[in-house]
């Protein structure tokens, strides 16, 4: 009995040190545990950033939406609120980041917003200082501006010529122009008004020819602010109409006229937008032409409208991006 009582003793002290020894190897394996995971974590963007002034909501959006080589780039320098700004914006574009800060930077009296708009649709350059060939893939959404020049050789594949019925004299455009126009057209009869065409396509050479003798006469200024320089028009797309009514083609009064009350609310259920609006002259490069409509097509057409932006800005950040 005695001897079993010492066995049971010491069997119970055995098993009492193995318990010690395994909470022992258990904290120390907790804590190295835990020292690595802090280890690991204060090498995540998200510990340095927070570091670095940031609040978590802002690391959260930060990291959402740069890669590594920009939060490197933003640990790099002090907090910058410009960037977190910039990321609200509506019409923000990721690949343009870099413009935006630099043109911020010299333009500090603008809003983030007037910056953003800017750049995107390069009236952070003057008219024509800054241009590049149109991306003529994009089709009836190309743009063709006095930033986006269209080749000298660019005539559209499918030109048809209007029917007298719907313009006055030969005009010509592309044929789904033309067939989205009709569908307009009868729409607009059915409310007593009666649209008219009155220029449509126009070659690199005739706007060449426009664009020369309004500069021999009266100067490139002039020109510039009356005509566009060949290559730059958007008659040559095949895809803008000079839209006015039979009785009136007054580009003075039309804007006064029902037809044009019409058109401003319904051209873009056909695919046509108001290309040069009211006081957007500083985007489009043109004052307001109340006759002048592009086709892009219903739906681009429905977003310009309902988002009331000029289409420079929708194809920037819809269709370039
Ligand atoms: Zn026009």
Redesign the pocket.
């Known amino acids: 009995m005695v001897v079993l009582t010492k066995k049971k003793r010491k069997l119970k002290k055995g098993v009492y040190k193995f318990l010690v020894l395994l909470i022992i190897v258990g904290l120390l394996g907790y804590s190295g545990i835990k020292l690595y995971k802090d280890y690991k974590y204060k090498q995540t963007y998200e510990y340095k950033l927070l570091q670095h002034g940031y609040k978590l909501e802002e690391v959260k959006i930060l990291e959402k939406n740069f890669d590594n080589k920009r939060l490197d780039w933003l640990l790099s320098v002090p907090k910058n609120k410009t960037v977190l700004n910039l990321l609200k914006e509506k019409y923000y574009i990721a690949n343009k980041l870099d413009d935006y800060l630099a043109y911020e930077k010299e333009n500090a009296n603008l809003s983030l917003t007037e910056i953003v708009l800017k750049v995107n649709t390069l009236t952070n350059y003057d008219f024509y200082e800054h241009t590049i060939e149109s991306d003529i893939s994009k089709g009836i959404l190309l743009n063709c501006n006095k930033y986006y020049r269209l080749p000298e050789d660019y005539v559209p594949e499918d030109l048809v010529t209007i029917n007298t019925n719907y313009a006055f004299g030969t005009r010509q455009a592309t044929k789904e122009t033309v067939d989205a126009y009709i569908n307009m057209w009868n729409a607009a009869k059915e409310n007593g008004i009666h649209l008219m065409v009155n220029?449509a396509y126009r070659s690199y050479s005739d706007q060449e020819a426009v664009y020369n003798s309004y500069k021999a006469k009266n100067g490139e200024a002039y020109a510039d602010k009356y005509a566009a320089r060949p290559g730059h028009s958007?008659?040559q797309t095949g895809l803008?109409l000079?839209i006015f009514s039979i009785d009136n083609t007054s580009t003075k009064t039309f804007e006064n006229s029902a037809a044009y009350a019409w058109l401003k609310d319904n051209a873009h259920k056909y695919g046509f937008i108001l290309r040069y609006s009211k006081d957007k002259e500083n985007i489009t490069g043109y004052s307001f032409?109340a006759?002048?409509y592009r086709y892009v097509g219903v739906e681009a057409a429905t977003k310009v409208y309902e988002d009331d932006i000029t289409y420079d800005e929708y194809y920037a950040y819809y269709i370039e991006k």
């Open positions: 220029s958007e008659h803008s000079d032409e006759w002048h």
